[in-house]
């Protein structure tokens, strides 16, 4: 089996499962207490990876905020902030998107096969644009990264990208926070789509921290061998 980097998908979502809301802007789902811990978590990691979708409706940073985790990141040798990182099945990203423009670090694409030459087109410029083949190879991808030096991959979203590693069986650990509060519109993107799942009632995950934070409460939990 190819190597690959360890797998940590990080999401926040309301008491009812949703990721954001239709509003136009982005949903804060956390508080100052937990964006400090995922600074603290990207830090510690080698590449941040978001979906196509996240970088058009969001228009995320993917940066480590803290200027003292900087500073011990390039004392470590590494690049202030991690690489960035993101699938697309259909191109069409802005390279003037943050996710693109902000941070001295490679950004890498992996596109599938029909949209490679237009991502290309599109952000080879500011990016490293890869086909990732048609559906999309993730074990060739993460096996990819790990080849550029990635050990520890953080997922952030959305809801397709953590749809595709949960039920490919690719993640190695969850922080999954709960904000104090319901959205209950069917219209808001969920914390995942239906898919077949490898952890099910009779294979639960196990919980390895409970930990509050003001009024969100981080649960941190480790997928069941398989």
Same mark, same amino acid.
């Given at each position: 089996?190819?190597?690959?980097?360890?797998?940590?998908?990080?999401?926040?979502?309301?008491?009812?499962?949703?990721?954001?809301?239709?509003?136009?802007?982005?949903?804060?789902?956390?508080?100052?207490?937990?964006? =400090?811990?995922? =600074?603290?978590?990207?830090?510690?990691?080698?590449?941040?990876?978001?979906?196509? #979708?996240?970088?058009?409706?969001? =228009?995320?940073?993917?940066?480590?905020?803290?200027?003292?985790?900087?500073?011990?990141?390039?004392?470590?040798?590494?690049?202030?902030?991690?690489?960035?990182?993101?699938?697309?099945?259909?191109?069409?990203?802005? +390279?003037?998107?943050?996710?693109?423009?902000?941070?001295?670090?490679?950004?890498?694409?992996?596109?599938?096969?029909?949209?490679?030459?237009?991502?290309?087109? *599109?952000?080879?410029?500011?990016?490293?644009?890869?086909?990732?083949? =048609?559906?999309?190879?993730?074990?060739?991808?993460? *096996?990819?990264?790990?080849?550029?030096?990635?050990?520890?991959?953080?997922?952030?979203? #959305?809801?397709?990208?953590?749809?595709?590693?949960?039920?490919?069986?690719?993640?190695?650990?969850?922080?999954?926070?709960? *904000?104090?509060?319901?959205?209950?519109?069917?219209?808001?993107?969920?914390?995942?789509?239906?898919?077949?799942?490898?952890?099910?009632?009779?294979?639960?995950?196990?919980?390895?921290?409970?930990?509050?934070?003001?009024?969100?409460?981080?649960?941190?939990?480790? +997928?069941?061998?398989?």
């Amino acid at each position: 089996m190819a190597e690959r980097p360890y797998v940590l998908l990080s999401v926040a979502m309301s008491i009812d499962g949703y990721i954001d809301d239709t509003s136009a802007a982005p949903l804060a789902l956390s508080n100052e207490a937990d964006f =400090d811990r995922v =600074d603290h978590e990207r830090a510690g990691c080698d590449a941040i990876l978001v979906g196509a #979708g996240t970088i058009r409706a969001d =228009d995320p940073r993917l940066l480590v905020r803290s200027a003292d985790r900087r500073a011990d990141r390039v004392r470590r040798g590494l690049t202030e902030t991690p690489l960035k990182v993101t699938f697309t099945t259909a191109g069409g990203l802005d +390279p003037g998107a943050r996710f693109f423009t902000l941070g001295d670090v490679e950004k890498v694409v992996y596109a599938t096969s029909p949209a490679a030459a237009r991502t290309k087109d *599109a952000v080879g410029a500011v990016a490293t644009v890869v086909d990732a083949g =048609d559906p999309l190879d993730l074990p060739g991808v993460l *096996a990819d990264l790990s080849a550029r030096r990635v050990h520890r991959l953080m997922v952030e979203g #959305g809801t397709s990208i953590h749809t595709l590693f949960l039920s490919t069986g690719l993640v190695d650990e969850i922080h999954l926070v709960i *904000a104090p509060f319901l959205i209950g519109d069917p219209s808001a993107p969920r914390f995942t789509a239906p898919a077949s799942f490898p952890q099910t009632p009779t294979t639960p995950m196990r919980l390895a921290e409970a930990r509050p934070l003001g009024d969100v409460v981080l649960l941190r939990y480790l +997928p069941s061998p398989p």
